[in-house]
């Protein structure tokens, strides 16, 4: 081999060398949507403690709030401003794909406007209320509904049209209740519909089984039924499924990140290959677990083309429901 191969050589293999090195997190970090407490902060949770236990994190990851819109806000400012951030991850969930195929987050921003990179799990839609409320069970709480829903006041994270808002349309729908006819309020955020349904300002939350982990035990909020095709484990298997109590309402929430539309190559595949490690990891399936998810396991371009299917498909749900032309 002359000189000049050698160094040709010896150049290619540096090149391949520093290529697969060639992208680590400095700052990684995490941005919830919201306020602390509620989803997009557990989803957060998942991905910080959830890579720390697995030993997937060089250094600890940041999580921090940016709230407005309900997820709107972040979209923007990560279009805006941070376009090509390798190191931040932000959460979201069915919620913000709903919102995004109504044009909530901006016209001239859609599904294809960042990098979906990774899925934290599924959780499923619930309907919540104080532990001290007359209801113990979806019929005797849709029994009070019917009779005049004008005296009820339904709050959660989102406006009309928002997941959460979907759920109690389905509900109210499957139960023969007009859902124009619901008092719906809107909060920025799981932990201040929770703080509101503690407070009495509202009386029924129709919200995510996550959110509730470790909830019930303080005895402060009880759950009349889970929006889940069957019977969930663990700490919730005791709580009968909408559909058995006789109510075809089902709700699933896929709970994941994205990242900037300019993020490098090497980042993108470096955070996807740390999502295909997570989901081998007894460690990090523990926190999914303990949050209250279901394992949910694709990464990547499968993950990237399944939510922008997804967003399709409920831009076709919403004209149907005469929320978007």
């Known amino acids: 081999m002359t000189f000049k191969s050698r160094a040709l050589a010896l150049a290619l293999g540096l090149c391949s060398s520093l290529s697969a090195l060639a992208y680590e997190p400095s700052k990684p970090g995490c941005i919830a949507p919201a306020k602390p407490g509620g989803g997009f902060d557990l989803t957060c949770r998942i991905v910080s403690n959830g890579f720390a236990d697995a030993g997937l994190l060089p250094t600890p990851m940041a999580v921090t709030f940016m709230p407005g819109g309900v997820g709107a806000v972040a979209y923007n ?20 794909l709903l919102n995004i195929a109504q044009g909530k987050f901006g016209q001239a921003l859609d599904e294809n406007s960042v990098r979906w990179v990774g899925a934290a799990g599924v959780d499923y839609g619930a309907i919540i209320v104080k ?36 759920k109690a349309a389905i509900l109210m729908k499957s139960s023969g209740v ?51 095709p069957e019977r969930l484990d663990g700490e919730f298997s005791a709580i009968p499924t909408a559909k058995e109590q006789g109510f075809d309402a089902e709700w699933a929430i896929l709970r994941g990140f994205y990242m900037g539309p300019e993020v490098s190559d090497e980042a993108y595949q470096y955070w996807a290959g740390q999502f295909a490690k997570a989901y081998q990891s007894d460690q990090f399936l523990q926190v999914v677990a303990d949050k209250g998810l279901l394992p949910f396991k694709m990464q990547g371009e499968e993950f990237d083309a399944l939510v922008k299917q997804r967003v399709g498909y409920m831009r076709e749900l919403a004209r149907e429901a005469g929320l978007i032309k």
Do not use: C
């Not at 113990?136 to 049209?161: C, I, Y």
């Open 77 to 96: 400012h990560i279009n805006a401003n941070r376009r090509g951030d390798n190191d931040t991850l932000v959460a979201f969930s069915s919620g913000s």
């Open 131 to 166: 532990a001290d409320a007359p209801w113990n069970n979806l019929a005797d709480l849709v029994k009070a509904v019917q009779a005049d829903p004008t005296k009820f006041v339904l709050g959660a994270g989102g406006g009309v049209g928002s997941q959460d808002w979907m």
């Open 178 to 228: 007009d859902p124009k006819k619901m008092r719906y309020v809107a909060y920025e955020g799981g932990g201040e519909a929770i703080a509101a349904l503690l407070g009495g300002h509202i009386q029924i939350y129709p919200g995510d089984v996550g959110e509730m982990v470790g909830q019930l035990e303080a005895g402060k909020l009880k759950m009349l039924g889970v929006m889940a």
